[in-house]
């Protein structure tokens, strides 16, 4: 695999090809380049290909906009996705400054359940993706936010502005958002200290024996597929608790609490244990029952304290009707189930009173 090691970074803007659609920057972010030197096992591979399947970090597709962007040198040359990479190559990569032209955009609906000086809690809904990044450069949470809080800019465009933590594009529900960077770094240092709650409900695949119950697994990048995480030794300390809320043929509900926040922790673990989401067709094989339309991964309640006045603060989102619809509908198949188990014995049970 290529080496990580640093090359220095020019601070000329990086032109976009020709043609290309504009991604949310267009100039190198702060710091330095990096680079990469193709290993003799990936030469002859596509550079897009290259990157994706040995570097990582992006899809293909992202990483096409960002060799069109001009963020990608080849020995020192303007590259093309399409080149054949050989061993040797040296590949360089301009840190992409993400948040230099995200531009506010009111037509982004949002739900704002909270907000005083320092927070903002919004209810968000699944298929919003939370901040602009290759190939999500718009339509994104961070262009609605700055459409109705256009202090959060960060004119640096090294941050994202006042995003604490992330839920996928495809899970729904609470979201904390820090108006100024004090209260994102106090809210930072409380989740640190494990003082911040973050609840979920999750439908997985299966009956999940336990009734409760901890897992404890490192998670680290799958190095068969660099787009996905996976329990590794050499991955980061991770912490899920659940427990079994109800259970019906085929899946079971679970209340789960994240103790520590890595990339798709959540559907990861559970994959782990044998219970993948339903739906969830990265980390399972996409089983669901009848009208469910996405993952079932929804973050339901949140507890943190106040970064102004350290008083606690706690929230509260139902399901929304792409979950709670389907969840409902195996509850009535259980129920019915149920009753006709109930009626087969009837019979019996009257024949024999003193069974």
């Known amino acids: 695999m290529s080496g990580g090691s640093r090359a220095a970074s020019r601070g000329s803007a990086a032109v976009p090809a020709?043609?290309?659609?504009?991604?949310?920057?267009?100039?190198?972010?702060?710091?330095?380049?990096?680079?990469?030197?193709?290993?003799?096992?990936?030469a002859g591979l596509r550079l897009d290909s290259y990157l994706s399947r040995l570097v990582g970090e992006h899809s293909?597709?992202?990483?096409?906009?960002?060799?069109?962007?001009?963020?990608?040198?080849?020995?020192?040359?303007?590259?093309?996705?399409?080149?054949?990479?050989?061993?040797?190559?040296?590949?360089?990569v301009e840190p992409l400054a993400q948040?230099?032209?995200?531009?506010?955009?009111?037509?982004?609906?949002l739900d704002v359940l909270y907000e005083d000086d320092a927070l903002i809690v919004l209810n968000k809904p699944a298929g919003l993706v939370v901040h602009p990044a290759p190939g999500h450069e718009s339509g994104t949470l961070v262009n609605g936010l700055l459409a109705r809080f256009p202090e959060l800019?960060?004119?640096?465009?090294?941050?994202?502005?006042?995003?604490?933590?992330?839920?996928?594009?495809?899970?729904?529900?609470?979201?904390?958002?820090?108006?100024?960077?004090?209260?994102?770094?106090?809210?930072?240092?409380?989740?640190?200290?494990?003082?911040?709650?973050?609840?979920?409900?999750?439908?997985?695949?299966?009956?999940?024996?336990?009734?409760?119950?901890?897992?404890?697994?490192?998670?680290?990048?799958?190095?068969?597929?660099?787009?996905?995480?996976?329990?590794?030794?050499?991955?980061?300390?991770?912490?899920?608790?659940?427990?079994v809320a109800e259970r019906f043929p085929g899946y079971t509900l679970v209340d789960a609490e994240l103790g520590s926040g890595r990339t798709h922790q959540l559907r990861v673990h559970l994959a782990y244990v044998g219970h993948p989401v339903a739906a969830d067709r990265v980390y399972g094989s996409g089983r669901r029952p009848p009208g469910l339309g996405r993952q079932f991964v929804h973050a339901y309640h949140l507890e943190l304290r106040s970064p102004v006045s350290g008083r606690p603060l706690a929230f509260d989102?139902?399901?929304?009707?792409?979950?709670?619809?389907?969840?409902?509908?195996?509850?009535?198949?259980?129920?019915?189930?149920?009753?006709?188990?109930?009626?087969?014995?009837?019979?019996?049970?009257?024949?024999?009173?003193?069974?």
């Open 317 to 355: 989102c139902p399901l929304p009707p792409d979950l709670a619809e389907p969840l409902d509908a195996l509850r009535e198949a259980a129920a019915r189930a149920s009753a006709s188990r109930s009626a087969g014995r009837a019979p019996q049970a009257a024949a024999n009173p003193s069974a």
């Open 18 to 42: 020709r043609g290309a659609r504009p991604l949310v920057a267009r100039v190198p972010g702060r710091g330095p380049a990096t680079q990469h030197v193709v290993p003799p096992y990936g």
């Open 99 to 109: 948040q230099v032209l995200a531009e506010a955009d009111p037509s982004i609906p």
């Open 153 to 243: 800019r960060d004119p640096s465009g090294a941050e994202r502005p006042g995003i604490i933590h992330r839920l996928d594009k495809d899970t729904s529900g609470l979201l904390v958002v820090g108006r100024t960077p004090a209260a994102v770094a106090a809210v930072q240092r409380q989740m640190q200290a494990g003082a911040v709650v973050k609840r979920y409900w999750l439908l997985v695949v299966g009956n999940l024996a336990a009734g409760e119950g901890l897992i404890d697994a490192p998670i680290g990048r799958d190095p068969r597929n660099r787009q996905r995480m996976a329990v590794r030794p050499d991955g980061r300390p991770s912490q899920t608790r659940f427990r």
């Open 60 to 92: 293909r597709a992202e990483w096409q906009r960002l060799i069109e962007a001009g963020l990608v040198r080849r020995n020192g040359r303007p590259a093309k996705a399409a080149d054949r990479v050989e061993a040797g190559d040296r590949v360089v």
